[in-house]
């Protein structure tokens, strides 16, 4: 009878002379660190899988026998074995001698770090790795002083380009091979392979496939030497010239720590943090390499205001502006606030804040972008002060169940850890129109879903036994769901009959902090509900007013129709595109419409340009702030340069309220995260979800399809501006059709033809190449932000039906 080890039992073993024990299936090389060993070494690292490619951490090696002596590992007769401590696991008894203790095990590292560097070139002053390079360190350190090698070393044409960001010089490849496994196992991107072998072995990828992966420069910073570079990055500074500054990536909800190495003022490159709990040691590539925008030509540099004799715009001083913008508002009467979901939780709540107490409304909203009233509620019944999800319990889930959300396009480091948890037993469900490339990687299971259906697809999820939501299920609901009319009621009501966990994820950073400081109508800051009139007393009381606004204010939505009809006037707005509110050309015809216009950008815009009054604001890395994560984390950052052309959202939005004779009482980010933090959570009731009324459905014409569309991860996006390598990366935009629909429209094509299909929607048309897909009958995808002004700029609002044509060639 076999019996299971006890896995909480350690095991003991000596390093140098030093005992340590470790847990069950510990690696030697692991052991070694714990006793403040460094083993050196090249192909291993902590989140891979153990594969001893380099050979560079040979250590010495006793084993206990079976009378319990140590019997040294042998190789040929006579002779020491070294062992490769990077997939040697540590067991009971065992002696290791590394180098520090150990002739041969010295020995065999400095003839396998010669061997290294027989082909190695001696280009260190102009190799981007110099000067944090671990084979120039260990080559130092573990390696012997002169080289035997006096042949001519081999050398390749270089660089070659994997893809149009990543490049890769050959020669100075020492097969590690952690760029293939990251790919691989991290990923789930296998474009990336060494081929050939013996001395011709190399990084290769196929000649017609690209390396496409939205994660590939953890492939260049995991490189242990210079072979991967970054086009962008390439021979700009070397690493002894930057100064280091941790901080926070913007683009998305996930929070993942990222190191901002910078130069006289300059951001030169950004790579990943270490951080277990969130993103462990990966970003995607778009917190790697979108941070040219912050220093784009049309950065607005100084204040502007709208001279009343030209019209035009014109440079004014900041408290010039602030009175101008002030005397405006105060001239126009009803206004509203509309913010985006990019500022952070501080800047919300000077919005929140400003909206209640300078401008005497609940008209604010930072959702631009199609919305429903049932979301309005949702958000404040079940978003604002909730948690308790982490991505450590998604790692733990048995079931991930995905509704409006593809989190490799939306949601990157959430994705990665998904995608870590299905290769173990958590398995991936998903409510979407098809099968996308990141839901293949995790081997999730589709639920095929139109437009509109997803209500009734989350309800049949409960009595589905291969689901299996009771006990430790995980629901994400993305920003999407919101579209689908009682969708959100219907992941609640799965949520309450599965005993699973429900957790909202958007897309922007600064969405969740939005919500939990009151940049919504009917909520205050820390939940608490407009409605309730004591939350209104204790809000007030706390802002030392004596009341505040009692009427649930407009969403987005209404308050674009409020500025067309002129029930309101103003306009305070922050970080807002309209080409991604529900409708684009009402959005611009509103704020052209309005009486009084305030805006704050990062840089010239349709809005800016609009505007009567123009604030210049900081971006991240000029000021400092906190980002509340998807899982209510909240994730604060310092600001990496000190910049007085551009002030802080909240800075803004205090001088103004100052003029119009409404303090907010504070100047500072540090003051608003105080006054945050004494304002506090709302301990009263939360308020009920109100699904409201369904809008009427429409029937479809005969030849027109119901859209679906999302925004892929790399697409047109205005903070993906000033690198032109990444925005190379991005996915081609093409329409997909489910086969019956493609059979329809293309018939048998002949063999090497692309097929095309014009869409024709209620807003315009365009023509895209077409892919087969699992989509349901009657659907078609499409990109929502990688051509033209976009989807709901372009052609139609998702959801809704459009013409599609095949263009034959």
Not at 287 to 303: I, K, M, Q, S, V
Not at 391 to 415: I, R, W
Not at 462 to 490: F, K, M, Q
Not at 751 to 758: K, N, R
Request: with cysteine; proline share 7%; hydrophobic share 40%.
């Amino acid at each position: 009878m076999t019996t299971t080890p006890d896995k909480t039992t350690l095991v003991s073993l000596t390093i140098d002379g030093v005992s340590v024990s470790v847990p069950p299936g510990t690696l030697v090389i692991r052991a070694a660190e714990q006793v403040g060993v460094q083993i050196p070494r090249f192909c291993d690292h902590p989140l891979l899988a153990p594969v001893g490619a380099c050979r560079q951490c040979l250590v010495e090696v006793a084993m206990p026998g079976p009378d319990g002596s140590l019997r040294q590992m042998q190789g040929p007769p006579g002779r020491m074995k070294p062992q490769a401590s990077c997939t040697l696991v540590a067991t009971e008894g065992m002696e290791v001698k590394t180098q520090l203790s150990s002739e041969g095990a010295d020995k065999a590292q400095q003839g396998i770090m010669e061997f290294l560097l027989v082909n190695h070139p001696l280009d260190c002053p102009v190799c981007d790795k110099g000067g944090e390079c671990p084979l120039q360190n260990q080559a130092m350190s573990n390696g012997r002083g002169e080289s035997r090698y006096d042949g001519v070393k081999r050398t390749f044409p270089k660089p070659i380009h994997i893809s149009p960001q990543v490049l890769l010089d050959r020669e100075r490849c020492v097969l590690c091979a952690r760029c293939t496994r990251f790919s691989n196992e991290i990923a789930g991107d296998p474009f990336i392979e060494l081929i050939e072998r013996g001395a011709l072995q190399q990084v290769g990828i196929y000649e017609k496939q690209p390396f496409e992966s939205y994660f590939s420069g953890n492939a260049i910073q995991i490189c242990p030497v210079g072979a991967l570079t970054s086009a962008e990055y390439r021979f700009r500074s070397r690493p002894f010239d930057l100064v280091s500054s941790p901080s926070i990536a913007e683009h998305d909800a996930c929070g993942a720590s990222i190191r901002i190495d910078h130069r006289r003022g300059k951001v030169m490159r950004r790579l990943a943090g270490n951080d277990p709990e969130v993103n462990e040691e990966w970003i995607t590539d778009k917190d790697r390499f979108a941070f040219g925008y912050a220093r784009a030509t049309d950065r607005l540099t100084h204040p502007q205001v709208r001279d009343d004799e030209t019209g035009e715009l014109r440079p004014a001083s900041w408290p010039e502006a602030f009175a101008v913008a002030a005397r405006g508002l105060r001239a126009a009467g009803a206004s509203a606030v509309l913010t985006g979901g990019r500022v952070t939780a501080e800047d919300a709540y000077a919005y929140s804040k400003f909206a209640r107490i300078a401008l005497g409304t609940n008209d604010i909203d930072f959702r631009s972008r199609p919305l429903s009233v049932e979301e309005t509620s949702f958000l404040a019944a079940h978003v604002a002060l909730s948690g308790g999800v982490t991505y450590a319990d998604l790692e733990k889930a048995s079931v991930v169940v995905l509704a409006g959300f593809e989190p490799e396009d939306e949601a990157g480091t959430l994705f990665l850890r998904l995608r870590k948890a299905s290769k173990k037993t958590t398995r991936v469900v998903s409510i979407a129109p098809f099968t996308t490339r990141g839901l293949s990687k995790m081997n999730g299971r589709l639920v095929p879903t139109a437009p509109g259906d997803e209500g009734a697809a989350l309800a049949a999820l409960a009595n589905d036994g291969e689901v299996a939501l009771d006990g430790g299920g995980v629901i994400l609901v993305g920003e999407r769901l919101a579209t689908s009319p009682g969708a959100l009621a219907a992941a609640l009501d799965l949520a309450a009959t599965t005993g699973a966990r429900l957790v909202w994820v958007p897309r922007r950073a600064g969405d969740r902090g939005a919500v939990e400081n009151g940049c919504l109508p009917n909520l205050l800051p820390g939940g608490r509900p407009v409605a309730d009139a004591g939350a209104r007393v204790d809000a007030a009381a706390a802002w030392g007013v004596d009341s505040l606004p009692d009427k649930v204010g407009r969403d987005a939505d209404a308050i674009v129709a409020g500025l067309s009809s002129g029930d309101v006037q103003g306009l305070v707005i922050g970080g807002v595109d309209p080409d991604d509110t529900r409708d684009p050309a009402a959005t611009r015809a509103a704020i052209e419409n309005a009486a009084f216009v305030v805006a704050l950008e990062l840089r010239e815009t349709d809005v800016t340009r609009a505007a009567d009054v123009v604030f210049p604001v900081a971006p991240v890395t000029d000021k400092s702030g906190t980002f509340v994560t998807w899982d209510a984390l909240t994730r604060g950052f310092d600001a990496v340069f000190a910049n007085p052309a551009s002030l802080p959202d909240l800075r803004v939005l205090a001088g103004i309220a100052d003029e119009l004779g409404t303090p907010l009482g504070f100047r500072t980010v540090a003051e608003v995260w105080d006054e945050m933090v004494a304002f506090g959570p709302w301990d009263g009731a939360s308020p009920a979800f109100d699904q409201g009324k369904p809008p009427k459905t429409t029937r479809a014409k005969a030849g027109s399809l119901k859209l679906a569309t999302w925004k892929q991860m790399i697409d047109n996006g205005s903070l993906q501006d000033g690198d032109e390598h990444l925005r190379a990366t991005a996915r081609r935009p093409v329409a997909r059709l489910g086969q019956t629909a493609y059979d329809d429209l293309f018939g048998m094509l002949d063999p090497g033809t692309v097929p095309q299909a014009t869409l024709t929607g209620d807003r315009g048309a365009v023509t895209l190449p077409v892919e087969v897909a699992d989509l349901p009958d009657g659907v078609v995808w499409v990109p929502a932000n990688s051509f033209g002004n976009g989807v709901l700029a372009d052609l139609a609002s998702p959801g809704s039906t459009v013409l599609v044509k095949g263009v034959r060639a």
